[in-house]
């Protein structure tokens, strides 16, 4: 017995964790980065059954059946619902379908949740089940939110219908609602998987909606690309909802370059680290003016009032020669868009650049056009400038009409 206690294994002590370091101030610091990828398609024909672009880009190859949620605007519903059911019936695509409106005030929390418990009911798997968003900007503005929110992120893709959504609201990353007086002041950085754009969907398009759109390619144009802004005023009496439908190869042009410039300003800067950007042109007192103009202004309708202010105060600086100023603003008008509001006024001017202000962290950067095609950022307007440029507005509108009479 001896012996055999004599080779048993020391016993072992247990281990006892060293304790932490006795003070109050303990840091860790993560580093990670977020890798984003997703492509914006310019596809004539999309809803051809010969096309296999919408069938890939939905996981579909035409043989195993998969399983969708598409959410889509009422009234695309109704002008082209049975062209998309024909379409995923013959590539297999299996559609939970969520019809809902898509206006202006429908941009809110409880649509967004709407939408989040069409996901539930759908049963969506978490990565490989996409959600899919047909319709304006709006619509896709809630269904981005409401993806980025369920489960914390799912997939979707978004199918822009008009003209706005297009060339600027559908091809970005931001989600969003409105909350309060405020637009867009509830919202994520989002990408979609992949943006299908066909300009066959503008055919229906009333003429005022073409015009919403096409404020923001003049902004384009106006803060980045001179032979856009050229381009449009040889066209400005052609855009309608069949030239942007049809096969017109300058009317693609003034698509492609629309595009490609707002995703070149978009990708070095998708999470607005910094805040000086030229796309901003035209949406530093147009919010305000959106949501409190009686009757309702559509979005572009209200950018071209903002942006016809800010070619007032370049003018007013010497950044814009008069020249170029009444090219701009006649580019504006011939387009069927306004240049002023009886609610744009000094107050709302004052009260927006104040929210402006805290929203672009501390400073303007007010993006102004410094000839036709570049930007330059100010930071110093004042109150008396901006009343100087609302009677430059005033006093052009007042030539104008003068000179109509004489005609």
């Known amino acids: 017995m001896d012996n055999l206690n004599s080779q048993q294994a020391p016993q072992r002590r247990p281990h006892i964790a060293s304790p932490l370091p006795k ?3 303990l840091t ?4 990670a980065r977020q890798e984003v990828n997703y492509s914006v398609s310019l596809n004539t024909g999309l809803l051809k059954h010969t096309n296999a672009t919408l069938a890939y880009g939905c996981g579909a190859n035409g043989v195993q059946p998969v399983r969708r949620l598409v959410v889509i605007d009422a009234r695309v519903n109704e002008l082209y619902g049975d062209e998309f059911r024909a379409y995923f019936e013959a590539w297999k695509i299996q ?15 409880d ?50 219908t008009t003209l706005m959504g297009q060339i600027d609201a559908g091809i970005g990353i931001k989600t969003g609602v409105n909350h309060d007086d405020y637009k867009n002041r509830l919202g994520t950085y989002y990408a979609p998987s992949s943006a299908f754009i066909d300009p066959y969907f503008l055919q229906s398009m009333d003429q005022r909606h073409i015009s919403n759109g096409v404020a923001e390619i003049i902004k384009m144009a106006l803060i980045k690309d001179r032979e856009l802004f050229e381009l449009l005023e040889e066209m400005s009496s052609h855009l309608t909802p069949k030239a942007f439908a049809s096969n017109d190869p300058r009317i693609k042009e ?5 595009i490609a410039g707002m995703l070149a300003e978009l990708e070095p800067n998708l999470w607005e680290a910094e805040l000086a950007r030229c796309v901003d042109y035209g949406h530093t007192f147009s919010p305000s003016l959106e949501l409190l103009a009686e009757p309702a202004l559509l979005h572009g309708e209200a950018v071209a009032v903002d942006m016809a202010l800010c070619v007032a105060l370049a003018a007013g600086r010497g950044l814009l020669s008069c020249v170029d100023a009444d090219r701009a603003i006649d580019l504006i008008e011939v387009a069927g868009l306004p240049v002023s509001h009886p609610v744009f006024n000094l107050q709302l001017l004052e009260k927006s650049l104040i929210d402006t202000i805290k929203h672009r962290d501390g400073l303007q950067r007010i993006p102004l056009s410094e000839g036709i095609g570049q930007t330059a950022f100010v930071n110093d307007v004042t109150s008396a400038e901006l009343a100087q440029a609302l009677v430059w507005i005033e006093q052009r509108e007042s030539r104008s009409s003068e000179q109509s009479c004489v005609a």
């Not at 989040?116 to 899919?132: G, H, K, T």
């Open 23 to 25: 003070c109050s101030d």
């Open 95 to 109: 559609v939970v379908w969520k019809v809902m409106s898509g206006d202006e005030a429908f941009k809110t929390m």
């Open 111 to 160: 649509h967004t949740i709407e939408v989040a418990q069409a996901m539930a009911a759908a049963n969506l798997l978490r990565r490989n089940e996409v959600v899919i968003g047909i319709g304006g900007g709006v619509l896709l503005d809630v269904v981005g939110f409401a993806s980025s929110l369920y489960r914390r992120g799912i997939p979707y893709i978004r199918i822009p």
């Open 28 to 31: 860790w610091r993560m580093h």
């Open 254 to 258: 003034i698509m492609s370059r629309a």
